[in-house]
Structure formats: C-alpha cells, structure tokens
C-alpha cells in the first residue's frame, strides 16, 4: 500500500455553508473510493463510498462524485456544523487488493 | 457497522523497552488486519498486513523484527513495538475489513509515547 505524507491542506468554511473537499486519485485500476473523517487522537471514521460505475452517491448531509476521466472525487457536505471539524482522507482500493491507497488528507475548519 | 477495538489507547514507556498494542474485531472475524502509523498532520502510513494463521506482510522500510505482528486468532492482532525509541512516538492504528476487500473498519488508534 501506498500514503503520502504531506502537510494537510486546509479548508475554512463559514457555519451552515456547503464544503467542497477534493482528492485526486492514482491508480486507475481502482474501483472502489472511499472518504474518512479523522477527529483529532481518533481513528477514521467510514463517511461514505462509491464504486466506480457510478458516477455520484448521496448520504445524509454528504454527497461524493467521482470523475474517472480526470481521476477525481469530491465530497460535498451540506449545511457544514461545528461537529464537522476534522480531517477528511479519501482511499482507493480495488477487488484484488485489501489495501488501501490513500490521499493526502484535507483539515475542515469550520468558522462560527 | 462493525467495531474495531484497539488497547491500549495510550501509553507512555521508556526508551529500550516493548510495548504491546492490541487491535481486536469485536463481531465479526477478520483473517487480514491493517497495521498503519501516523505522524502529526499526515496521511496514515500502511505498516503491514496481518494474516491469521500466517507471517504478517510488511511494507517497505518497515522492520520486521522491531515490530512484531501476531495475529493469533480470528478476532485479535498484535502489534508488539521492541526495544522502543523516543522515534518510534507515533500514534497506530489497525483496520480489519468484514468482508472482502471493502468496507474497511479502523480502530480508535494507540497513542504511543517513548520517553
């Protein structure tokens, strides 16, 4: 498996407005793209996924779209709260292999 | 959804000693386990591969003998840090996926600190 180790970028977003977090992905023999939230001294968290025949899933509150001509996913949350604050990866992987090839990670602020 | 259990969630020992950390799936069995390490403002780094019954797999760079992986049972793996150094300070987490290769579960992470 691979990971980057980068300083995260960082994404400051008003209470209540919509967060748009970015990730480009690798491997294009990946076929299943996932987004974690890491709170501070915790693991991550499953937010939410999508196999590459698709093209967007809607969860409550977030949205993911994945672009496989560009190797690019998003995830959109909606009406962004104070308890969004943490740090969202984004990992691919496909059928063949249990490990996880993961993104360089995006701190959400959120501004009161 | 599945739970993934890590103990313990911290703990502080001394320069040149082991440290035990152990990942557990509490329902559900798990024949591969995900060892990862994470430095402050970073992505989670995979370490090794945790197969019950079977060596573990470690990724380049990692040492195999400074850090010992047993996965004893369906349920459990451990992470043993020997003869641990002030750099070896990171906080581990471990994964299992339920079923295939999806959908994996993270435990809650270890905060290791070596004085």
């Known amino acids: 498996g691979e990971s980057v180790g980068l300083h995260l970028p960082t994404l400051s977003v008003q209470e209540g407005d919509n967060s748009i977090i970015n990730c480009a992905y690798s491997n294009s023999a990946s076929d299943y793209f996932i987004w974690y939230k890491q709170e501070s001294g915790k693991g991550p968290q499953?937010?939410?996924?999508?196999?590459?025949?698709?093209?967007?899933?809607?969860?409550?509150?977030?949205?993911?779209?994945?672009?496989?001509t560009v190797k690019h996913l998003s995830l959109q949350?909606?009406?962004?709260?104070?308890?969004?604050s943490a740090v969202y990866f984004c990992a691919e992987n496909n059928e063949s292999n249990y490990q996880l090839i993961w993104g360089a990670g995006t701190k959400l602020i959120i501004k009161p | 959804g599945a739970v993934v259990s890590q103990h313990p969630s911290w703990v502080i020992c001394k320069s040149g000693t082991s440290v035990k950390i152990e990942c557990?799936?509490?329902?559900?069995?798990?024949?591969?386990?995900?060892?990862?390490?994470?430095?402050?403002?970073?992505?989670?780094?995979?370490m090794a591969t945790s197969n019950e019954g079977s060596k573990a797999t470690?990724?380049?760079?990692?040492?195999?003998?400074?850090?010992?992986?047993?996965?004893?049972?369906?349920?459990?793996?451990?992470?043993?840090?020997?003869?641990?150094?002030?750099?070896?300070?990171?906080?581990?987490?471990?994964?299992?996926?339920?079923?295939?290769?999806y959908e994996q579960y993270f435990g809650p992470g270890t905060r290791l600190t070596v004085t």
């Open chain 1, 77 to 84: 949350i909606a009406a962004t709260q104070p308890g969004d």
């Open chain 2, 58 to 101: 470690y990724e380049q760079g990692v040492e195999k003998d400074k850090f010992l992986i047993n996965h004893a049972s369906l349920t459990l793996s451990t992470l043993t840090v020997t003869s641990a150094h002030p750099e070896d300070s990171s906080f581990y987490i471990c994964s299992a996926p339920p079923a295939g290769p």
């Open chain 2, 24 to 46: 557990r799936s509490l329902d559900f069995q798990a024949t591969t386990m995900f060892w990862y390490r994470q430095f402050p403002k970073q992505s989670l780094m995979l």
């Open chain 1, 46 to 68: 499953f937010i939410i996924d999508i196999r590459s025949n698709m093209d967007k899933r809607q969860g409550q509150r977030v949205t993911v779209l994945l672009n496989k």
